[in-house]
């Protein structure tokens, strides 16, 4: 193992002795030390089911690899806790302003390199000018700005930085899905997750907000000012969009309501009418909607939209005009592997499933995981007392509501393999 570049290892896969993946690297620890002498390789911070972070010391890596990280002897699964005298190298060392003789560059990604088994340390910086504002995926596009520099000519690490950039920390995390990376948000220090949030497009950091608990959804929410926030509660899901608002003063939900435009804030507020644990409170306004007269290709291209959720392309839902919540009179459901099996220009009112009764808007939340496990549905049609389709209920959201409170807060499974 030589010169091992730490961005690069953001998300590698971690093996035991056996040849069983048990994580995902998401950050190096670290320990600084006197200037001018490379930090020490505590070991790594790794990701296990379900949603855990342990600590996997360096002492225990017998091989780093492309793609894959090797470990000999056993894992404590206790959750990684970082102390005060360490720092994660990824979430908290890159994109720092530091100092190479008298030029004030960014840093890149930091190199670390075994001097001696089992010692490793952080030999090598990469930094870029500055004024560049050059990222990570940037990179080949410019590389004669990118410098490497031993870590003993670099100054300025340890020091706090209000505005420091998030270009390279996003580039290393940036294949995580939004739940893995609302978790590796949950553990970065409280202002680098404002400068986070602050740098993400609105629909990234929608996706982000909809995986955190709720207390934490209001704290990103408070960093931002009023016309971003509108912004990022137009990107989420109504549905989700609407849970955030319960948590919300009413004063500041209806400004931020009034922010938004009028049609991503109308059936926000129409969810917000119903109680949370009902139906009405826990249902998506934004289904696949069809009138009769739409072919099976015209619902197969529907579904085809990569923004669905796979429940929410499981079925595409049958109504009379208008196909805009509240809709004309439900007719019922077309699924999907009904769709597949039809000629494309077959009409969908002919492939119609009448068998299943629709939710009412009112039914509580026992009711519909009751209805979910009857008919083993991974999404239902909700309706009012007009037979009109106000939106469709999915299996994640009555997980979501049926979980404790902070489920996405802690894990409540012992280890890797389940045991306490």
């Known amino acids: 193992m030589g010169r091992i570049f730490i961005a690069r290892l953001a998300g590698v896969a971690v093996f035991d002795p056996a040849g069983d993946q048990i994580g995902r690297v998401r950050d190096i620890v670290v320990g600084l030390r006197a200037p001018g002498q490379p930090p020490r390789v505590h070991g790594l911070v790794v990701e296990v089911q379900p949603r855990r972070r342990v600590f996997l010391p360096i002492t225990r890596v017998t091989a780093i690899q492309v793609g894959a990280v090797i470990f000999t002897g056993q894992i404590n699964m206790r959750r990684f806790e970082q102390r005060a005298s360490e720092t994660l190298a990824i979430a908290e060392l890159l994109d720092l302003r530091v100092a190479v003789g008298t030029k004030t560059v960014t840093v890149l990604d930091l190199a670390m390199e075994r001097l001696r088994p089992p010692d490793w340390v952080i030999s090598k910086v990469a930094v870029v000018p500055v004024e560049t504002g050059i990222g990570f995926r940037r990179r080949s596009r410019r590389r004669q700005e990118t410098k490497i520099v031993d870590w003993a000519d670099v100054t300025g690490f340890g020091e706090l930085q209000a505005d420091q ?29 404002a400068q986070v949030a602050a740098a993400l497009v609105d629909e990234r950091l929608a996706d982000l907000l909809e995986e955190l608990p709720e207390d934490e959804q209001v704290e990103i929410l408070d960093t931002l000012d009023a016309e971003r926030a509108a912004d990022v509660l137009e990107a989420m899901n109504p549905d989700d969009a609407a849970d955030l608002l319960h948590e919300l003063p009413p004063d500041r939900a209806e400004r931020l309501l009034q922010l938004m435009e009028p049609d991503e804030a109308d059936p926000v507020r129409r969810l917000l009418t119903y109680p949370e644990d009902t139906a009405g409170g826990l249902m998506t306004t934004d289904p696949v909607i069809l009138t009769p007269d739409a072919t099976v290709a015209d619902a197969l291209a529907a579904v085809r939209n990569p923004d669905l959720t796979p429940a929410l392309a499981a079925q595409v839902y049958v109504s009379r005009p208008p196909a805009e919540t509240p809709t004309g009179r439900f007719l019922g459901v077309a699924h999907f592997q009904r769709l597949l099996r039809e000629p494309p220009s077959t009409l969908v009112g002919g492939v119609v499933d009448r068998t299943v009764d629709p939710l009412r808007a009112g039914i509580r939340l026992p009711g519909v995981a009751s209805y979910f496990a009857t008919y083993n549905l991974v999404a239902a049609p909700v309706i009012d007392d007009d037979g009109r389709l106000l939106g469709a209920v999915t299996v994640d959201d009555v997980l979501d509501h049926m979980l404790p409170e902070d489920w996405r807060a802690e894990d409540r499974e012992g280890g890797a393999d389940g045991t306490p």
């Open 165 to 193: 950039g998030t270009a390279n920390l996003l580039a290393a995390f940036e294949t995580l899905r939004a739940a893995d990376l609302a978790n590796a948000l949950r553990s970065l220090p409280l202002r680098r997750r």
